[in-house]
């Protein structure tokens, strides 16, 4: 039998070696968020950076989350997609960090 592993305990990958379509974790600090506007499309938007670079972490249908704020440590799983310029992971699961996890 194989139990559930924690997304904190999973191996991560560095920010800047993501590329488009790969599954990855990450882990890193919320330095920014852009909340949805009125009339627009419904996607929160976290900008998660760790020592190699940034990468954003959306969640469609959703205008905030318990937890996530400027500031918050997070480590999230999901497929990267590349959307202009910007790599992103497109509603992924995510776990807070807490002072104890790494």
């Known amino acids: 039998?194989?139990?559930?592993?924690?997304?904190?305990?999973?191996?991560?990958?560095?920010?800047?070696?993501?590329?488009?379509?790969?599954?990855?974790?990450?882990?890193?600090?919320?330095?920014?968020?852009?909340?949805?506007?009125?009339?627009?499309?419904?996607?929160?938007?976290?900008?998660?950076k760790d020592d190699t670079g940034t990468v954003i972490v959306a969640w469609p249908g959703r205008r905030e989350i318990p937890g996530i704020h400027v500031g918050a440590r997070m480590v999230a799983q999901g497929n990267v997609m590349?959307?202009?310029?910007?790599q992103l992971l497109w509603n992924p699961h995510f776990q807070i960090l807490g002072d104890d996890d790494e």
């Open 1 to 48: 039998m194989t139990l559930p592993t924690r997304l904190v305990d999973q191996p991560r990958t560095a920010i800047a070696a993501l590329k488009p379509r790969m599954r990855a974790v990450v882990s890193g600090r919320v330095v920014a968020i852009t909340y949805p506007i009125e009339g627009a499309s419904m996607t929160l938007r976290a900008h998660l």
């Open 82 to 86: 590349q959307q202009f310029s910007e």
